[in-house]
């Protein structure tokens, strides 16, 4: 089983739709993290979460809303999105917050109609 | 914050020669250095990674060369196989408890 597994892989969704992407590890890792992945733009850090806790939020719109129930599952609640929210969400962990290396998974590939 | 540059964008080289990424960081604080490598539908994995103690890391084919003074880091492949075809990432971090910086990203085609 892969360390990182985000479902679903694929997702399309009209701006007033609300939809929810899912992270586990099985890593045992206590930081997790949302990426954003645009074309042609280097991964935007969206959010940080570390012992369940949420310590970093990079400006990001509130129509993202994270959830962390526990340090093993990372959730990613969305809402009235926007055409330019369209992109490849990457949900990683580490050891600890800005402990490194992070391991990825593999991306929910967003589409906003 | 930290800022990090990496070129070429894209880069094309017919297997078995050498392929060489480039990045460059601003902030004289970063002392960890990893690449990530992207295959289409996947997301990044480490494939190497650096600490400012060293000044080169190798693994088999790759090998990553730092220069903190100029403030650069660079990726080597040899031997390229069209299986290494994918796009490559650098990033920065100042170290424990930071984040890590990504440059744009590198799409790496080997030729058969």
């Known amino acids: 089983e892969t360390g990182v597994t985000q479902t679903p892989r694929h997702l399309v969704m009209g701006m007033t739709n609300k939809k929810s992407l899912k992270c586990e590890q099985h890593?045992?890792?206590?930081?997790m993290y949302w990426y954003k992945q645009s074309a042609k733009k280097p991964l935007e850090l969206m959010f940080v979460y570390n012992f369940k806790e949420q310590t970093e939020n990079n400006s990001v719109p509130s129509r993202f809303s994270p959830e962390c129930p526990n340090s093993s599952h990372l959730f990613l609640h969305l809402h009235t999105l926007q055409p330019e929210d369209s992109a490849l969400y990457l949900c990683?962990?580490?050891?600890?917050?800005?402990?490194?290396?992070?391991?990825f998974g593999d991306g929910t590939r967003l589409s906003i109609l | 914050g930290e800022n990090v540059e990496q070129h070429p964008s894209t880069l094309s080289v017919q297997e078995g020669d050498s392929a060489v990424i480039k990045c460059t960081y601003s902030?004289?604080?970063?002392?960890?250095f990893p690449w990530y490598k992207q295959e289409l539908g996947k997301g990044p994995q480490l494939i190497i990674d650096i600490r400012s103690n060293v000044g080169e890391k190798k693994d088999q084919r790759i090998a990553v060369t730092l220069n903190k003074t100029a403030k650069h880091f660079s990726l080597h492949i040899t031997e390229t196989q069209p299986e290494d075809s994918a796009v490559y990432f650098c990033a920065a971090s100042p170290g424990a408890g930071n984040m890590l910086t990504f440059g744009g990203g590198t799409r790496l085609m080997v030729k058969p």
């Open positions: 902030d004289s604080a970063s002392n960890y």
């Open positions: 990683a962990s580490s050891q600890d917050r800005g402990y490194q290396p992070q391991h």
């Open positions: 890593l045992g890792h206590n930081a």
